[in-house]
């Protein structure tokens, strides 16, 4: 098999241990959703090829990961991507800069959903600082968009 077949799950992969690496406590904070970031790429991208199933499973490895309740991260991956892909039509044809907007609204989701599970769960108490990673998570999109979309084209992943 060619090298683009495995083009998603590689990235999909390099997301996942992007969220994992170690950092300095300031900026763990500062984390952004790699996973929610490049999946909300190749649903927009390839809606037909990345989907609720794939945002399952990256979110079950994510919750494996992180040592979270297991189906946490999963099940709020899977609102994020539906969003998604049931809008993906319209949100292709906006400008990065207003794209970036939308995966802030998207990761401001992400982070009140699983803390509202995680409140449930473990009876956690919310803080500031669980919405700091909407703002990173907005400020790397334009460069995850424009790789992957080089990556994208330049293999001809369809």
Same mark, same amino acid.
């Given at each position: 098999?060619?090298?683009?077949?495995?083009?998603?799950?590689?990235?999909?992969?390099?997301?996942?241990?992007?969220?994992?690496?170690?950092?300095?406590?300031?900026?763990?904070?500062?984390?952004?959703?790699?996973?929610?970031?490049?999946?909300?790429?190749?649903?927009?991208?390839?809606?037909?090829?990345?989907?609720?199933?794939?945002?399952?499973?990256?979110?079950?490895?994510?919750?494996?990961?992180?040592?979270?309740?297991?189906?946490?991260?999963?099940?709020?991956?899977?609102?994020?991507? %539906?969003?998604?892909?049931?809008?993906?039509?319209?949100?292709?044809? %906006?400008?990065?800069?207003?794209?970036?907007?939308?995966?802030?609204?998207?990761?401001?989701?992400?982070?009140?959903?699983?803390?509202?599970?995680?409140?449930?769960?473990?009876?956690?108490?919310?803080?500031?600082?669980?919405?700091?990673?909407?703002?990173?998570?907005?400020?790397?999109?334009?460069?995850?968009?424009?790789?992957?979309?080089?990556?994208?084209?330049?293999?001809?992943?369809?």
């Amino acid at each position: 098999m060619r090298p683009r077949h495995y083009v998603i799950a590689l990235s999909i992969m390099v997301a996942l241990v992007l969220q994992i690496v170690p950092l300095p406590s300031q900026a763990d904070t500062y984390r952004p959703d790699w996973v929610l970031v490049v999946l909300a790429y190749w649903t927009m991208a390839l809606p037909h090829r990345v989907n609720v199933g794939v945002a399952f499973i990256s979110g079950i490895a994510l919750d494996i990961l992180l040592g979270t309740p297991l189906g946490v991260h999963s099940l709020v991956l899977c609102f994020c991507v %539906y969003i998604l892909a049931a809008n993906y039509q319209r949100l292709r044809n %906006y400008s990065v800069w207003q794209q970036c907007v939308i995966i802030g609204l998207l990761s401001a989701f992400y982070h009140l959903l699983s803390f509202w599970l995680l409140h449930l769960l473990n009876d956690i108490f919310f803080l500031y600082e669980y919405m700091l990673p909407v703002v990173t998570s907005m400020a790397i999109w334009p460069w995850v968009f424009w790789l992957l979309r080089k990556l994208r084209r330049q293999l001809k992943i369809v």
